[in-house]
Structures are given as structure tokens and as C-alpha cells.
């Protein structure tokens, strides 16, 4: 089975730094995504890891660490439009095919 | 591109009632997914396809829920009958179906929001 763990809120100040977790324990894997989902829009995909390592894009940064079935999202100088949930996804073993076991999302408040 | 594309958006229907929910995957991706989303159990996987074929149902709710895949580029979720408890947001998403290392991330549809009364 598949159990992902993530905040359920956080709270940042705009032009902070804000740093998302996300704990994992799966049966199978085979990379890691992380999307965000404004409110009442769908989720649109943010980074992927597959393995060890920081991928940095732009503001955004993601961590994995696969030994420790942990990885984060990093969110750099904050802007009120990150104000979004962000959801950790777990991609299954490669012959499950495409198929990604969500997180329960971090809702993130960026305040002014 | 227009991506993924559903219909309707909006769905208000009456307890009992039939519901059919439409999905049309990106052109090109040959896996589609059904999600449900509510803000109790958050994104829940129903049932995915990889070349029109269902691959994983398990997490299909009960008989009443059904899903088909005729071709590539149309795909359908029905539930009869509805009951109140199957209000939701109803996501399609598609993707690529080779996995390995490359990324093949999902992309989603606007989704259908259901409201059974």
C-alpha cells in the first residue's frame, strides 16, 4: 500500500521562504511529484525527482532523499499568487505504469 | 494544445438519478486517469487506462460507479444511481504511459463538479 504524509496548512509571509514536507511509505517507487492546485482549479505539475538531490526551477526547489522516504518542496520569495495547495504525489514501479498515489495536500496562505 | 478537456462542469442532479461524466485525453497520451476530489479524503485515484485498456479499478467506490475507454480520445465515468455521498469534484487527467526515468507528469482537466441532492 501507500501512505503519504504532508501538512495539512501553513502560514508565510510574502518575500519569505516557505518549506513543504513530505513523508512517504510505499510498496513500490519510482519518482516523486509535486503539483499545486489553486482553489477551484486542477492540479498542474510543479517538479519531479527521481533521484537523491535538489532539482531547482525558478523559485521552486524540490528535495529527495529515497532512503529516508522523505522529500520537500521549497518555495522562495514568497508571492501572493503561491497561495495554493500543494500536493506530493508517489509514482508506483515501473510496470504499474504511470500511476501516482496523492498526498492530502499543504494548503499554503501567503499573507502580505 | 487544448489539453484535457471534460464535461460537463457543473452537474446538479437528483438522488437516484444516472450521471455521466465525458473526458477527452490530450492527443498523443495513451494513459487516462479518473480522480475524485473531496476535502475529506482529499485526491482519490478511481481507474486508469493505458492504451484504452482499464489497468487498476481498485479504488472504483461500489458497482454503481463505472468507467469506459471505447478509444484514445474519448473515455467516460458513469454512476447509477447517485446519492448524495458521490458529490465531488471528478478530475480526468492523461499522461504518457512509459515510465523509467523520464518524468511523463499528468496533466489534469478543469474537472466536473457533481452535486447529487
Not at chain 1, 88 to 105: I, P, S
Not at chain 2, 58 to 73: H, I
Request: proline share 5%; net charge neutral; charged share 20%.
Amino acid at each position: 500500500g501507500q501512505n503519504i504524509d504532508q501538512p495539512t496548512e501553513m502560514t508565510a509571509t510574502e518575500g519569505a521562504i516557505v518549506q513543504i514536507n513530505c513523508t512517504y511509505q510505499t510498496s513500490g517507487f519510482n519518482g516523486l511529484f509535486w503539483y499545486q492546485q489553486h482553489a477551484g482549479e486542477a492540479p498542474t505539475f510543479l517538479s519531479y525527482n527521481v533521484l537523491d538531490g535538489l532539482e531547482e526551477k525558478g523559485r521552486f526547489s524540490s528535495f529527495l532523499s529515497r532512503s529516508k522516504g522523505y522529500s520537500y518542496l521549497l518555495l522562495k520569495e514568497l508571492q501572493m499568487k503561491d497561495s495554493a495547495s500543494y500536493l506530493c504525489a508517489v509514482r508506483d514501479t515501473e510496470a504499474a505504469g504511470n500511476k501516482l498515489t496523492f498526498g492530502g495536500g499543504t494548503r499554503v496562505l501567503v499573507k502580505p | 494544445d487544448a489539453g484535457v478537456i471534460q464535461s460537463p462542469r457543473h452537474e446538479v442532479t437528483e438522488m437516484g438519478q444516472e450521471v455521466t461524466l465525458r473526458c477527452k485525453p490530450i492527443s498523443g497520451h495513451n494513459s487516462l486517469f479518473w480522480y475524485r476530489q473531496t476535502m475529506m479524503r482529499g485526491l482519490e485515484l478511481l481507474i486508469y487506462f493505458n492504451n484504452n485498456v482499464p489497468i487498476d479499478d481498485s479504488g472504483m467506490p461500489e458497482d454503481r460507479f463505472s468507467a469506459k475507454m471505447p478509444n484514445a480520445s474519448f473515455s467516460t465515468l458513469k454512476i447509477q444511481p447517485s446519492e448524495p455521498r458521490d458529490s465531488a469534484v471528478y478530475f480526468c487527467a492523461s499522461s504518457s504511459a512509459r515510465a523509467g526515468l523520464a518524468v511523463y507528469e499528468q496533466y489534469f482537466g478543469p474537472g466536473t463538479r457533481l452535486t447529487v441532492t
